[in-house]
């Protein structure tokens, strides 16, 4: 316990005061927000039906994007609001796991597990276009800084990350892995990409070409890494019912900074503009 509230202090040290720093998540038909000064815990959306694999925000219109597997559809909803949360369908897919914004290019991108097709359209789903075909899709994340995008293939016990263009071209397979990948994130700064294993409850990272792949830290909870999201040093990654911060500077910390009674699936860290 006290290497935990140590570990924790610290994490708290470094945030801005005066400014909301949140994490939104979701569990098995939920989206919910816990405050990471305060420990407020609040549900956003309820009785979605349907477990939400990936969320996603837009800083520029102030929109949650989120996908639903068993309803087959992309759904937001505006973030933050001082009125009741309501959700909108941006539009369907067919078992949509991953979903990214482009705020520069007001685009939203989103894998479809089914098909195995991955998507692009506008913020409001219109002009919704197939841009690649692959095996079964799972992550999906963008780098903006240099138009790039990278998602997570599995079939058979071979599972892949790939890169490819923004537009859907000069797709290049980067990472090999037996384990399914259904948490990605980048940090374009460092140029790194980070990912969770699924069933190998490891926390990876490579430089974005897949140079210099390392174990960063085991999260001790196999068949249970899903969500992922990097913010400047801190890694926060959903396994099983917590949400872990894996800390990376000179050393690598890992602080369990939040539990539920429910399976958490997917995570992403909010802060004010």
């Given at each position: 316990?006290?290497?935990?509230?140590?570990?924790?202090?610290?994490?708290?040290?470094?945030?801005?005061?005066?400014?909301?720093?949140?994490?939104?998540?979701?569990?098995?038909?939920?989206?919910?927000?816990?405050?990471?000064?305060?420990?407020?815990?609040?549900?956003?959306?309820?009785?979605?039906?349907?477990?939400?694999?990936?969320?996603?925000?837009?800083?520029?219109?102030?929109?949650?994007?989120?996908?639903?597997?068993?309803?087959?559809?992309?759904?937001?909803?505006?973030?933050?609001?001082?009125?009741?949360?309501?959700?909108?369908?941006?539009?369907?897919?067919?078992?949509?796991?991953?979903?990214?914004?482009?705020?520069?290019?007001?685009?939203?991108?989103?894998?479809?597990?089914?098909?195995?097709?991955?998507?692009?359209?506008?913020?409001?789903?219109?002009?919704?276009?197939?841009?690649?075909?692959?095996?079964?899709?799972?992550?999906?994340?963008?780098?903006?800084?240099?138009?790039?995008?990278?998602?997570?293939?599995?079939?058979?016990?071979?599972?892949?990350?790939?890169?490819?263009?923004?537009?859907?071209?000069?797709?290049?397979?980067?990472?090999?892995?037996?384990?399914?990948?259904?948490?990605?994130?980048?940090?374009?700064?460092?140029?790194?990409?980070?990912?969770?294993?699924?069933?190998?409850?490891?926390l990876k990272s490579s430089n974005t070409?897949?140079?210099?792949?390392?174990?960063?830290?085991?999260?001790?909870?196999?068949?249970?890494?899903?969500?992922?999201?990097?913010?400047?040093?801190?890694?926060?990654?959903?396994?099983?019912?917590?949400?872990?911060?894996?800390?990376?500077?000179?050393?690598?910390?890992?602080?369990?900074?939040?539990?539920?009674?429910?399976?958490?699936?997917?995570?992403?860290f909010y802060t004010e503009k």
């Open positions: 316990m006290k290497c935990f509230l140590f570990g924790f202090m610290i994490y708290i040290y470094f945030i801005d005061k005066g400014h909301q720093h949140k994490i939104i998540f979701s569990t098995n038909g939920k989206i919910k927000e816990t405050d990471l000064i305060t420990g407020k815990v609040a549900d956003l959306l309820t009785n979605l039906q349907s477990v939400i694999h990936s969320i996603d925000y837009d800083y520029k219109y102030e929109y949650v994007y989120f996908t639903r597997f068993e309803q087959n559809d992309i759904l937001r909803f505006r973030y933050p609001s001082e009125q009741p949360y309501i959700s909108e369908t941006v539009t369907m897919a067919d078992k949509p796991v991953g979903v990214a914004v482009d705020p520069l290019s007001s685009h939203v991108y989103l894998t479809e597990y089914g098909t195995g097709k991955l998507y692009r359209c506008n913020l409001d789903g219109s002009n919704k276009i197939n841009i690649l075909k692959d095996d079964p899709l799972y992550a999906l994340t963008l780098d903006l800084s240099h138009r790039l995008m990278y998602y997570s293939t599995y079939l058979t016990g071979d599972g892949k990350i790939k890169r490819a263009r923004l537009n859907g071209t000069e797709k290049q397979t980067i990472i090999h892995s037996s384990h399914r990948i259904y948490g990605m994130s980048i940090d374009a700064t460092e140029n790194q990409l980070y990912w969770m294993e699924y069933t190998s409850s490891d070409n897949g140079d210099n792949e390392i174990k960063v830290v085991s999260t001790n909870a196999a068949s249970t890494n899903i969500g992922i999201h990097v913010y400047g040093s801190n890694v926060y990654c959903a396994t099983g019912t917590t949400i872990l911060n894996v800390t990376i500077t000179t050393t690598t910390i890992k602080n369990v900074i939040y539990s539920d009674p429910e399976r958490i699936f997917s995570v992403i």
